[in-house]
Protein backbone atom coordinates (compact mmCIF):
# COMPACT_ATOMS: atom_id res chain seq x y z
CA UNK A 1 0.00 0.00 0.00
CA UNK A 2 1.05 3.65 -1.22
CA UNK A 3 -0.04 6.71 0.26
CA UNK A 4 0.69 10.14 -1.20
CA UNK A 5 -0.03 13.36 0.20
CA UNK A 6 0.74 16.31 -2.22
CA UNK A 7 1.86 19.79 -0.93
CA UNK A 8 2.51 23.14 -2.72
CA UNK A 9 -0.40 24.39 -4.17
CA UNK A 10 -1.20 28.00 -4.16
CA UNK A 11 -2.61 31.08 -6.16
CA UNK A 12 -0.23 32.88 -8.33
CA UNK A 13 -0.12 35.63 -11.32
CA UNK A 14 0.75 34.27 -14.27
CA UNK A 15 4.28 34.04 -14.99
CA UNK A 16 4.67 33.42 -11.96
CA UNK A 17 6.33 29.61 -10.33
CA UNK A 18 4.83 26.97 -7.94
CA UNK A 19 6.75 24.33 -6.67
CA UNK A 20 4.38 20.87 -5.91
CA UNK A 21 5.86 18.02 -4.08
CA UNK A 22 4.72 14.71 -3.33
CA UNK A 23 5.69 12.52 -0.23
CA UNK A 24 5.18 8.64 -0.44
CA UNK A 25 4.79 6.36 2.27
CA UNK A 26 5.80 2.41 1.37
CA UNK A 27 8.78 0.47 1.07
CA UNK A 28 8.56 0.17 -2.98
CA UNK A 29 8.20 3.78 -3.39
CA UNK A 30 11.36 3.36 -5.93
CA UNK A 31 10.24 0.66 -8.37
CA UNK A 32 7.01 3.11 -9.04
CA UNK A 33 6.82 4.87 -12.18
CA UNK A 34 5.39 8.39 -10.80
CA UNK A 35 3.24 10.72 -12.46
CA UNK A 36 1.29 14.18 -12.00
CA UNK A 37 -2.20 14.64 -13.02
CA UNK A 38 -4.75 17.90 -12.83
CA UNK A 39 -8.13 18.31 -13.08
CA UNK A 40 -10.07 21.54 -14.00
CA UNK A 41 -13.45 22.31 -12.74
CA UNK A 42 -15.99 20.83 -14.89
CA UNK A 43 -13.04 18.66 -17.27
CA UNK A 44 -11.78 15.26 -17.15
CA UNK A 45 -8.58 14.44 -15.38
CA UNK A 46 -5.27 15.31 -17.64
CA UNK A 47 -2.18 14.15 -17.63
CA UNK A 48 0.56 16.16 -17.24
CA UNK A 49 3.73 14.55 -16.14
CA UNK A 50 5.81 10.93 -15.95
CA UNK A 51 8.93 9.96 -14.67
CA UNK A 52 10.29 6.47 -14.58
CA UNK A 53 11.25 4.62 -11.20
CA UNK A 54 15.27 6.23 -11.59
CA UNK A 55 14.18 9.55 -12.85
CA UNK A 56 16.28 8.74 -15.62
CA UNK A 57 13.11 9.21 -17.72
CA UNK A 58 10.57 11.91 -17.89
CA UNK A 59 7.46 13.02 -20.40
CA UNK A 60 5.41 15.80 -20.42
CA UNK A 61 2.13 17.00 -22.08
CA UNK A 62 2.56 19.33 -25.34
CA UNK A 63 0.96 22.34 -22.87
CA UNK A 64 3.51 22.25 -20.19
CA UNK A 65 7.01 21.34 -22.14
CA UNK A 66 9.77 23.96 -21.36
CA UNK A 67 7.85 25.12 -18.14
CA UNK A 68 7.52 22.34 -16.20
CA UNK A 69 9.91 20.17 -14.82
CA UNK A 70 9.36 16.36 -12.91
CA UNK A 71 11.93 15.04 -10.56
CA UNK A 72 11.75 12.55 -7.68
CA UNK A 73 14.10 11.97 -4.59
CA UNK A 74 14.10 8.12 -4.00
CA UNK A 75 16.15 8.69 -0.88
CA UNK A 76 13.07 10.50 0.78
CA UNK A 77 10.48 9.07 -1.14
CA UNK A 78 9.25 12.57 -3.14
CA UNK A 79 8.21 13.35 -6.33
CA UNK A 80 8.05 17.23 -7.50
CA UNK A 81 6.79 19.45 -10.13
CA UNK A 82 8.32 22.61 -10.45
CA UNK A 83 6.08 24.23 -12.68
CA UNK A 84 7.00 27.58 -14.18
CA UNK A 85 5.70 30.54 -15.71
CA UNK A 86 2.57 29.75 -15.12
CA UNK A 87 -0.96 30.59 -17.13
CA UNK A 88 -4.18 30.66 -16.17
CA UNK A 89 -5.29 27.72 -17.81
CA UNK A 90 -3.19 26.10 -15.70
CA UNK A 91 -5.23 26.17 -12.94
CA UNK A 92 -6.58 22.84 -11.57
CA UNK A 93 -6.14 20.81 -8.85
CA UNK A 94 -2.59 18.42 -8.99
CA UNK A 95 -2.83 15.00 -7.89
CA UNK A 96 0.39 12.86 -7.76
CA UNK A 97 -0.10 9.28 -8.84
CA UNK A 98 1.95 5.87 -8.97
CA UNK A 99 1.92 3.04 -11.27
CA UNK A 100 3.09 -0.20 -10.14
CA UNK A 101 3.71 -1.80 -13.62
CA UNK A 102 6.64 0.95 -13.86
CA UNK A 103 5.79 1.82 -17.21
CA UNK A 104 4.87 5.34 -19.24
CA UNK A 105 1.33 5.90 -19.30
CA UNK A 106 -0.41 9.03 -20.31
CA UNK A 107 -3.89 7.76 -18.75
CA UNK A 108 -5.36 7.64 -15.08
CA UNK A 109 -6.84 4.17 -15.49
CA UNK A 110 -3.07 2.63 -15.31
CA UNK A 111 -2.01 4.27 -12.19
CA UNK A 112 -2.97 2.27 -9.09
CA UNK A 113 -2.49 5.22 -5.88
CA UNK A 114 -3.34 8.62 -5.85
CA UNK A 115 -3.25 11.69 -3.45
CA UNK A 116 -5.86 13.43 -2.55
CA UNK A 117 -4.41 16.81 -4.80
CA UNK A 118 -3.34 20.34 -4.11
CA UNK A 119 -5.33 23.71 -5.93
CA UNK A 120 -3.48 25.38 -8.25
CA UNK A 121 -5.05 28.83 -9.43
CA UNK A 122 -3.05 30.97 -11.96
CA UNK A 123 -4.42 34.95 -12.14
CA UNK A 124 -4.15 36.97 -15.29
Known amino acids: QVQLVESGGGSVQAGGSLRLSCAAS????????MGWFRQAPGKEREFVAW????????YYTDSVKGRFTISRDNTKKTVSLQMNSLKPEDTAVYHC?????????????????WGQGTQVTVSS
Open 26 to 33: GRTFRSYA
Open 51 to 58: INWSGGST
Open 97 to 113: AAEVGGGYSGSPRDYDY
